[in-house]
């Protein structure tokens, strides 16, 4: 797996789905400040309620999926996924059908957001239960004074920025402020 941080605002993302895990899906968007494109043939009254006006009611066209970038998929039967999943591909559209990961051209971490910082756990869809675990531990270990700290950090880097400082010395200095208020990095986790 790599491992990489999208911004919503610069792709293009759709949901297609019909249930339950669909509507979970969107609200996990939704926690991340984002709505994508929302697909539904057969919506379930929970997807109806979670997705409002912006429920597309049908499955993408290819039109549709030629403006995508991404596209998770649920509570689709197995052979429309499969149908869907083959036209997404063929319009080079990144695909994550849940839970069946000869569907997936990616995963779906668990995430901690702290402000700007985002922490992830992904298990490359092997084990979601574990991912979910760790960002229990990442939740416990990352407190909400990080969101204020990151927002600090960057003000203070685009100063030193604006006055010259090279990298090693931006990063020297929000290191050592990191160490200041949370405590030095934990030896035993280092490689």
Not at 93 to 102: A, F, M, Q, S
Not at 139 to 157: D, G, H, N
Not at 167 to 174: H, I, K, N
Request: charged letters at 20%; hydrophobic letters at 45%.
């Amino acid at each position: 797996m790599i491992p990489i941080h999208l911004d919503p605002a610069q792709t293009r993302i759709g949901l297609v789905g019909r249930g339950t895990l669909t509507a979970r899906r969107l609200a996990w968007f939704q926690g991340l400040g984002t709505t994508p494109l929302i697909f539904s043939d057969r919506p379930e009254p929970e997807l109806v309620a979670a997705a409002g006006s912006d429920l597309i009611a049908r499955l993408p066209n290819p039109e549709d999926l030629a403006a995508l970038q991404l596209m998770w998929v649920a509570d689709l039967e197995p052979a429309e996924a499969e149908l869907l999943g083959a036209a997404a591909r063929a319009a080079k559209v990144l695909l994550n059908t849940e839970d069946v990961l000869p569907l997936c051209d990616f995963h779906t971490p668990a995430i901690v957001r702290r402000g700007r910082l985002v922490l992830s756990a992904g298990t490359g869809g092997g084990s979601p239960a574990a991912a979910s675990y760790v960002r229990e531990r990442l939740t416990a270990a990352f407190p909400e004074a990080w969101a204020e700290m990151l927002e600090t950090l960057t003000a203070e880097r685009l100063e030193q920025k604006k006055a010259g400082a090279s990298m090693a010395e931006m990063r020297q200095a929000a290191f050592e402020k990191l160490v200041a208020t949370f405590g030095p990095p934990d030896p035993s986790a280092s490689n």
